[in-house]
C-alpha cells in the first residue's frame, strides 16, 4: 500500500510537471480554400484596442479593393505582430494570409520556412526596380529571394510632451539638438513636473533596439557591417549607457520603473507621464488611433547626433508578408492588397489622393512623417499630392521633418539582429537598475555573447 | 448497453463490469488522451526534432539536449528558479500551516476566514499580477512604497532591482497561493481527535505544546505532500516572472520554464520548438526522479 502511494504520488508528480509540455504540441492543420473562383484571403486589419472609425475605415478600404479587383474577397481581422504568437498561428491556421513583420524579423521567418517566397509577384508590380535598395534588401532572405512588400519605412525620432516642456518652463518649439540638452531637460521636467523626463524602452528586445539607436546616434555600431563580427563593445555604446546610467542615478529623471516596451510607453507617453523617449517616427499613428492622445501635446524632434561621420539615425521598417500555408493564388492576392493598402498611395497620385481622402473621412491620421520607400524625388512628390489633406501637426513635427534628409540613416543589425537585441536588453537592464554597473564589462561580455552567435550562423 | 440481463443486476455488480467500465472511462480517456497525454507524446517526439511546425519535421538527435546544456542561460535560470524555490519554501511554507493553526482554534466565524484565506485563490492569476504590478510602482507614489513611507521606509526598488524582484515575485506568490494550502490542512486538522487535545490540556500543556505533541504528528503527512507538491509547482514557476518581470532585470527572474517558453515563442529565440521540449522534458524528469527520491527518503516519517 504505502509503495503503491509512493508511485502514485511520483507518477502525479510526473504528470504534473509534463502538463507543461503539452501547451507546446497542439495543432491542427488544413487549408484556406478558394471557391467559385473567387480566391479568399484575411488580412491583418487593425490593432487590438484601435478605435472604432480605424476598423470601418480598413473595412471600407478593403471594400475599395474589391470593387477593383473582383475576384478576390478581403477580410481584414484583429492583428498585430508578437513574434509569441506567430509560429502556432501559423501551424494553427488563424494567421491573416497578408500580415506585416519587422525588418528585422523577415530574415529568420524566411529561413525557417515560416514566410511564402514571393519573388514573382513582387517582380511583377511596375514599381519593382524603383524600390530604395536598402529597403528592398529588408524583403529578402539570405537565400535573395523576396519575402514580402516593404513599406511604412521609419527612421527613430525624439518623441516629446510639449505639455511637459512648458510646464517645465522649456520652449516646446525648440527642442534638445545635442544629448547634453536631452539631458539638461529631462531633468528640468522630472525637478519641476514630477514626471519622468527621458525614458527608454528595456523589455522584450525593444532594449536592444534602442540602445542600437542610441548608439547609432553616437557614432557606435553593433556588428560589422558583413555581420560577421560583434562590435557591441564600442566607445558609442559605453558613452550611451553611461548618460544613461548617469540620468537615472545622478539626475533621476528617467522616473524608478523601467521595464518599458513598444505598447506600454505609448501608453504612458498619450497619458502624460513621460517628457521624452526615442521611437519609429510614424508611432503618432498608434499614439492617436490606439492611445487616443491630445494631438496638441505632441511633439516630434530629430535625433540628435553626435559630432563624428559614423553618427546617423536607426532606420527600420515593416516587411509585408505572406503566410507560408498561403495557394499561390492567395499569395498573389496578398501581394495585391499589400501593394494597393501599403505601397501605391507612395507611388500613384490618384492612389495617395484616394488614401488620404479615405483615412481624413474618418478623422485618421493623415500625413504622418514616414522615410521614402523609393527615392526622395518620390517621397517629395507623394507629400505635395496628400498636403491639402494632411491633419497631423506637422508644425511640431518641423524638426523632424526639416532634418531627416540631410541625416545619414543606418539599417539594423545585419545579423542575428533580434538574438543581439535580447543580449543588449539585459544590459540596458542592468545600468538602469543597478546603480554600480560595470559598464566597460557588461558590454565585454555581451560582446563575446555576441560574436558566439554570429559565429553559429 | 443496457441489456435486460445486467439492468437487473444491482448498481455496483454493473459498474463493476468491464465493458461498463470502460464505458464509462471512455470521456475521461478521450480527453485527457487528446489533451494531455498526445501532447506530451508529442513533445518527446518534438525533441529530437528540428521542426517549424508547417514544413515536416526533421530528426536531429539528440542536437536540441545538447544545445540547451550549451546555453549559459540554464545556468541562470536553474539557479533563479531554486532561489525562487528556496525564498517560496521559507516564506511561503509556514504561512499556510500557520494560518491553519490559528484559524482551527477560532471558535467562531471559522468559515469566513477560510472564504478571506481562499479569497486570492480565486482572483484569476493574470489579474492578481497586475494588480500587484500596481502595488509594486517602484516610484514613492506606489501603493507598497507609501505605505512603507507612512513609517519612515523605503521605496523599495519591488520590480526595478536584481536582487530585490524574486522575492517581490515570492510574496506576491505567496500570497496567491497560500488560501489552497491553508483549505488543505483545515481539513487535515479537524481528523485531529478533539480528546487528544482535552488530554494534553489537563496534562498543562499551552497552545506551543498542544501543537508540536498533537497537531503536528497527525498533519505530517500531509505536510510531507504539500511540500513535495510545492517543490514541484516553484520548479515549475512561469507566470509570476513572465508577467511581472520577463525575466528581468539582467536576467534576475529568468526561471526555467520562462526560458521553454522563450525558446519557443519569444522573439529572441523564438520558434526552436526543439530546445523547448527537450528542456521541458529534462525538467520533467528530473521533477519525477526528485519526488521518487524524496518519497524513498521520507518514508518512514510518512508511516
Redesign the interface.
Known amino acids: 500500500m504505502?509503495i503503491h502511494r509512493?508511485r502514485g504520488?511520483?507518477a502525479l508528480?510526473?504528470?504534473?510537471?509534463?502538463?507543461?509540455?503539452?501547451?507546446?504540441?497542439?495543432?491542427s492543420k488544413s487549408d484556406e480554400t478558394s471557391s467559385g473562383g473567387k480566391v479568399t484571403i484575411t488580412v491583418e486589419g487593425w490593432r487590438p484596442g484601435d478605435e472604432q472609425a480605424t476598423i470601418d475605415t480598413v473595412k471600407k478600404q478593403a471594400q475599395l479593393f474589391m470593387d477593383t479587383h473582383p475576384d478576390i474577397i478581403v477580410k481584414p481581422v484583429e492583428w498585430q505582430w508578437t513574434?509569441?504568437?506567430?509560429?502556432?498561428q501559423?501551424?494553427g491556421n488563424t494567421l491573416p494570409t497578408s500580415f506585416r513583420v519587422p525588418f528585422t524579423?523577415t530574415k529568420?521567418l524566411a529561413e525557417?520556412?515560416?514566410i511564402a517566397d514571393v519573388t514573382q509577384y513582387v517582380e511583377a508590380l511596375p514599381y519593382a526596380t524603383d524600390f530604395n535598395p536598402d529597403v528592398l534588401a529588408a524583403a529578402k532572405g539570405t537565400d535573395g529571394k523576396i519575402y514580402g512588400l516593404p513599406s511604412d519605412v521609419y527612421g527613430v525620432g525624439l518623441h516629446y510632451n510639449r505639455a511637459l516642456f512648458e510646464q517645465a518652463g522649456l520652449d516646446p518649439d525648440s527642442p534638445p539638438t545635442t544629448w547634453d540638452e536631452v539631458r539638461a531637460d529631462a531633468k528640468q521636467i522630472a525637478d519641476t513636473t514630477g514626471q519622468a523626463g527621458y525614458v527608454q524602452m528595456?523589455?522584450?528586445?525593444t532594449g536592444g533596439w534602442m540602445l542600437t539607436t542610441l548608439t547609432y546616434a553616437l557614432g557606435g555600431r553593433m556588428e560589422s557591417e558583413d555581420g560577421t563580427e560583434a562590435t557591441i563593445d564600442n566607445p558609442g555604446t559605453a558613452e550611451g549607457l553611461q548618460m544613461l546610467h548617469d540620468m537615472r542615478w545622478t539626475d533621476d529623471s528617467m522616473?524608478?520603473?523601467?521595464?518599458y516596451e513598444w505598447t506600454p510607453i505609448n501608453e504612458a507617453f498619450a497619458a502624460g507621464k513621460i517628457g521624452m523617449y526615442m521611437s519609429g517616427s510614424d508611432v503618432f499613428n498608434a499614439l492617436t488611433t490606439t492611445n487616443q492622445i491630445d494631438p496638441d501635446t505632441y511633439g516630434l524632434a530629430a535625433l540628435p547626433l553626435a559630432d563624428s561621420p559614423e553618427a546617423g539615425i536607426l532606420g527600420g521598417g515593416s516587411v509585408n508578408a505572406v503566410s507560408?500555408?498561403a495557394t499561390p493564388d492567395q499569395q498573389e492576392a496578398a501581394i495585391a492588397w499589400a501593394d494597393f493598402y501599403r505601397v501605391q498611395k507612395l507611388y500613384n497620385e490618384d492612389a495617395a489622393i484616394l488614401d488620404a481622402k479615405t483615412l481624413i473621412a474618418a478623422d485618421q491620421p493623415v500625413g504622418t512623417p514616414t522615410l521614402p520607400e523609393f527615392d526622395e524625388a518620390t517621397y517629395k512628390k507623394t507629400q505635395q499630392w496628400i498636403a491639402p489633406y494632411v491633419n497631423v501637426p506637422l508644425a511640431q513635427m518641423s524638426s523632424f521633418v526639416d532634418r531627416i534628409f540631410s541625416q545619414h540613416l543606418i539599417s539594423e543589425p545585419p545579423s542575428k539582429t533580434?538574438?543581439v537585441?535580447?543580449l543588449l536588453?539585459?544590459?540596458v537592464?542592468?545600468v538602469?537598475?543597478?546603480e554600480n554597473a560595470d559598464i566597460p564589462s557588461l558590454l565585454s561580455d555581451a560582446d563575446s555573447?555576441a560574436q558566439k552567435l554570429l559565429d553559429a550562423s | 448497453m443496457k441489456t435486460p440481463a445486467t439492468a437487473r443486476l444491482p448498481l455496483p455488480t454493473r459498474i463493476r463490469g468491464s465493458a461498463g467500465s470502460v464505458v464509462f472511462l471512455l470521456p475521461m480517456l478521450l480527453v485527457f488522451g487528446l489533451f494531455s497525454w498526445w501532447p506530451i507524446v508529442r513533445s518527446m517526439i518534438m525533441s529530437v526534432q528540428m521542426t517549424n511546425l508547417v514544413t515536416p519535421a526533421e530528426f536531429v538527435g539528440l542536437d536540441n539536449f545538447r544545445a540547451v546544456l550549451d546555453d549559459p542561460l540554464l545556468g541562470t535560470a536553474i539557479q533563479n528558479t531554486a532561489w525562487f524555490a528556496l525564498l517560496a519554501l521559507v516564506f511561503g511554507y509556514p504561512v499556510p500551516l500557520l494560518m491553519a493553526v490559528v484559524m482551527s482554534d477560532v471558535r467562531r466565524a471559522r468559515g469566513l476566514y477560510a472564504l478571506l484565506a481562499y479569497l486570492p485563490v480565486v482572483v484569476p492569476p493574470a489579474v492578481a499580477v497586475l494588480l500587484w504590478r500596481f502595488f509594486y510602482d517602484a516610484s514613492d507614489t506606489g501603493v507598497f512604497n507609501t505605505i512603507l513611507g507612512w513609517v519612515g521606509l523605503g521605496p523599495v526598488p519591488w520590480l526595478e532591482s536584481s536582487t530585490m524582484a524574486m522575492p517581490s515575485l515570492v510574496i506576491e506568490a505567496t500570497w496567491a497561493a497560500a488560501g489552497g494550502t491553508v483549505i488543505i490542512y483545515l481539513a487535515a486538522l479537524v481528523s485531529v481527535p478533539p480528546e487528544l487535545y482535552d488530554a494534553a490540556e489537563v496534562d498543562g500543556a499551552g497552545i506551543l505544546r498542544k501543537v508540536w505533541h498533537v497537531t503536528m504528528p497527525h498533519l505530517r503527512g500531509i505536510m510531507l505532500i504539500t511540500l513535495i507538491l510545492q517543490i514541484i509547482g516553484t520548479a515549475q514557476v512561469f507566470l509570476e516572472p513572465y508577467l511581472f518581470t520577463d525575466g528581468g532585470p539582467d536576467n534576475a527572474t529568468l526561471t526555467v520554464l520562462l526560458l521553454v517558453y522563450n525558446y519557443a515563442f519569444a522573439n529572441t529565440t523564438g520558434g526552436d520548438y526543439g530546445k523547448a521540449t527537450a528542456l521541458s522534458l529534462m525538467l520533467a524528469l528530473t521533477l519525477a526522479v526528485l519526488s521518487a527520491v524524496y518519497f524513498r527518503a521520507t518514508r518512514r516519517w510518512s508511516e
Open positions: 504505502r509512493v504520488v511520483a508528480a510526473t504528470v504534473a510537471s509534463l502538463v507543461s509540455l503539452s501547451t507546446l504540441a497542439a495543432c513574434a509569441e504568437t506567430f509560429a502556432t501559423l501551424a524579423d529568420g525557417r520556412k515560416q528595456t523589455v522584450n528586445n522616473g524608478k520603473n523601467t521595464g507560408a500555408k533580434q538574438e537585441y535580447g536588453d539585459s544590459v537592464q542592468k538602469l537598475t543597478d555573447q
